[in-house]
């Protein structure tokens, strides 16, 4: 029995209900055995729950993702701020150390410049006596 005309044909002669049920019984014993998977088989409510709970599921990470996002913006920031506070903190500590190296190149460069200077006058003048 392999359409469907051969099943009617089978369930109107049969002579009584005992033997109309047995025909309908194989009838799904064959549909089983040629579906073996149609249990499994979703429908349009299937999948259109699970498309629903997908897109609810979606919209949470999508929501999670935005506060992580956000949290982490802060924290970038927070440390964007704290970088710079303390560049700028070394950047002064930097200059002022600079100005004192500066300020003691200067008096050595004096300590030397003056007697180089008075050795030049004394040199000028003991050339002059010469001449």
Same mark, same amino acid.
């Given at each position: 029995?392999?359409?469907?005309?051969?099943?009617?044909?089978?369930?109107?002669?049969?002579?009584?209900?005992?033997?109309?049920?047995?025909?309908?019984?194989?009838?799904?014993?064959?549909?089983?055995?040629?579906?073996?998977?149609?249990?499994?088989?979703?429908?349009?409510?299937?999948?259109?729950?699970?498309?629903?709970?997908?897109?609810? *599921?979606?919209? +949470?990470?999508?929501?999670? #993702? &935005?506060?992580? /996002? =956000?949290?982490? %913006? !802060? @924290?970038? $920031?927070? *440390?964007?701020? +704290?970088?710079?506070?303390? #560049? &700028?903190?070394? /950047? =002064?500590?930097? %200059? !002022? @150390?600079? $100005?004192?190296?500066?300020? +003691?190149?200067?008096?050595? #460069?004096?300590?030397?410049?003056?007697?180089?200077?008075?050795?030049?006058?004394?040199?000028?003048?003991?050339?002059?006596?010469? #001449?």
């Amino acid at each position: 029995m392999s359409s469907v005309v051969e099943l009617y044909e089978a369930l109107s002669t049969a002579p009584d209900d005992r033997t109309r049920a047995r025909v309908i019984a194989e009838a799904f014993e064959r549909l089983e055995d040629r579906y073996p998977h149609l249990p499994e088989l979703a429908t349009q409510g299937h999948v259109r729950e699970s498309e629903l709970r997908l897109q609810k *599921e979606i919209e +949470q990470v999508q929501a999670n #993702l &935005k506060l992580e /996002i =956000e949290q982490l %913006r !802060s @924290e970038v $920031k927070r *440390e964007i701020e +704290q970088l710079r506070s303390e #560049l &700028k903190r070394d /950047i =002064e500590q930097l %200059r !002022s @150390e600079l $100005k004192l190296d500066i300020a +003691q190149v200067k008096i050595d #460069l004096l300590k030397w410049l003056v007697p180089l200077m008075f050795a030049q006058v004394a040199a000028i003048a003991a050339l002059v006596k010469l #001449l």
